[in-house]
């Protein structure tokens, strides 16, 4: 959609709030924004602070392997993925807006979500290498024997298996191919219809995480590995030469939970158990410590079996209860060299919820029963990016300079979510019929300290009055929101076009994905307020009145009207 025409649009609407126009930013530098329409503010349920849950890949054991020889592709799998076709398509245009790539064509019109990245640690895999690599017979020259020559890939699954496939023409196979092998092969035993459709390749690493479109070639985006983690990861150069991706596989962002709530096959159910498992053992999926300490008794009886007072002591879990609870639920390193433990601790709690789990509970109802409670969470299925926001500082702290807060923001196909990643709690979730949002680029892209943003604007009742608060998140990886943001909005207004019941959608404009998503967006309960209002006062806001007027502003950020 043209400028011009997004104007006319914009200025259509009938809402009473502006447009909000940064034109002074001290650190970072943007172009300007766009806020329109209304919106309110999800209540969501409040979590314990914790502190930041660190990699236990480590305390995993060797991985299975498989080995298995993979042809060069010779037809087109067309019936891989078919629930997320659209949202590739919509995604690419939006991932090569703001960067230039002189790679492959494969990471050119890539899309790009987040998921788990530290579930494998090299140091304790053992794999079963191909006895021999077949080398190129051809003698048309050197380019051509690469390209035909056989290669090992070693692709990862959450259930420590290591698939190592040997694979001709390496640089020209695609994702589609390689899938369609995973799902071949006898060892797994999946499903295959249904599994084309949870499961696809990621290429992951502790700086950037990529879902890969069918189309993708997995051997290109690796060479052109470091040219990404250059644009869209935060460390330092030496960092990010020292960066080496893995390829997984591993649930897919785009389908649906309704559809994985239904399915039944036992092999596709443990796959996404290990995933979901260590989503919640790092801290990704923040919630109660309660609810911690039961999923932990869940996974502890189905890798452990049924009680035996023999072994499973108050000792044992205080000495294995990091491969059981994320760690900011565990005992204190400080104490824990203390051979007691207190009623209410950790280990102690854990021991109790393993034992009330029935001996005649078979591990198909476990990991469904685990399943179930985490397909509750809001954010589950969620890609993940790394950002951060300003502290929010008042009086004379303000004129001190303050480190921003390192974030994850949790995108999947309801909603949003701003997770503080040092306390692993919530501190702000919208659903997309709540909020309107606007991506920004630096106007100094040359400038390190000019970072993107994503702009996250969403209604709230304050002092009995209706206000809009606007939250600025600081990413590389903004652009990467931004489209997944568009990708899910349209899906969501494609499936209200063929809703005759409930169409909340405004259907005037489909190509306006940053326009207001609801019809209603005051019927919500004022009591639901001061729960939130403790959770926003964690963060840096600026606010403005029904008619558009600053009236409240923090941190470095600028307005001109």
Request: charged letters at 20%; glycine letters at 4%.
């Amino acid at each position: 959609m043209s400028d011009v025409n997004e104007s006319q649009q914009l200025n259509s609407q009938s809402t009473s709030y502006t447009t909000v126009i940064p034109v002074e930013y001290t650190r970072r530098v943007f172009n300007t924004p766009s806020a329109s329409g209304e919106y309110i503010v999800e209540q969501y349920r409040t979590h314990d602070d914790y502190i930041q849950t660190e990699d236990l890949s480590s305390s995993q054991g060797a991985l299975y392997s498989v080995s298995q020889r993979v042809p060069p592709a010779s037809t087109s799998y067309a019936s891989l993925c078919p629930t997320e076709q659209g949202g590739y398509s919509s995604l690419a245009s939006d991932w090569e807006r703001d960067r230039t790539m002189s790679g492959s064509e494969g990471v050119k019109n890539g899309s790009s979500e987040a998921v788990s990245e530290k579930h494998v640690n090299d140091t304790n895999v053992t794999l079963s290498a191909p006895s021999s690599v077949a080398g190129s017979t051809s003698s048309s020259g050197g380019n051509e024997a690469i390209q035909n020559a056989v290669t090992p890939v070693c692709i990862y699954l959450y259930n420590r298996i290591a698939l190592i496939m040997e694979v001709e023409d390496t640089s020209s196979t695609t994702n589609e191919v390689l899938c369609q092998a995973i799902l071949n092969c006898d060892e797994l035993n999946f499903n295959k219809p249904l599994a084309a459709q949870v499961f696809t390749l990621w290429m992951n690493s502790p700086l950037l995480e990529l879902q890969l479109k069918p189309s993708h070639k997995p051997f290109q985006i690796q060479q052109n590995w470091r040219h990404l983690v250059e644009q869209y990861s935060h460390a330092s150069y030496n960092r990010q030469q020292r960066d080496d991706p893995v390829v997984s596989f591993q649930r897919n962002v785009f389908f649906q939970q309704h559809m994985e709530e239904k399915i039944k096959d036992q092999k596709i159910m443990e796959l996404l158990y290990e995933e979901a498992k260590q989503n919640i053992l790092r801290g990704r999926y923040p919630c109660e410590v309660s609810h911690y300490i039961m999923l932990g008794g869940i996974q502890a009886r189905i890798e452990l079996g049924p009680y035996n007072t023999q072994i499973h002591s108050t000792h044992y879990f205080r000495e294995e209860q990091s491969k059981y609870l994320p760690q900011h639920v565990c005992k204190s390193a400080t104490w824990s060299w203390l051979p007691i433990s207190s009623k209410n601790s950790a280990e102690v709690r854990l021991l109790e919820q393993f034992k009330r789990i029935p001996h005649s509970a078979t591990n198909r109802k476990l990991i469904r029963k685990y399943l179930e409670f985490c397909w509750s969470l809001p954010f589950y299925g969620s890609a993940f990016f790394e950002g951060q926001i300003e502290q929010p500082v008042r009086g004379l702290m303000s004129l001190i300079t303050h480190q921003d807060i390192p974030v994850l923001v949790a995108i999947n196909s309801k909603s949003i979510y701003v997770i503080d990643d040092l306390q692993s709690t919530v501190l702000l979730g919208l659903r997309y019929e709540e909020l309107n949002w606007d991506y920004a680029r630096p106007s100094k892209e040359d400038d390190p300290n000019c970072l993107p943003c994503l702009f996250l604007q969403f209604l709230v009742v304050e002092n009995g009055s209706r206000v809009s608060k606007i939250l600025q998140v600081f990413s590389r990886q903004a652009s990467l929101m931004d489209s997944l943001i568009t990708t899910f909005v349209q899906q969501r207004k494609r499936k209200s076009l063929t809703d005759e019941t409930d169409r909340p959608f405004d259907q005037s404009s489909e190509n306006e994905t940053h326009a207001s998503l609801t019809s209603n967006p005051f019927t919500y309960a004022t009591t639901n307020l001061p729960s939130l209002s403790n959770k926003l006062s964690k963060l840096t806001l600026t606010t403005f009145d029904e008619d558009g007027h600053l009236i409240g502003q923090m941190g470095s950020w600028s307005f001109s009207y």
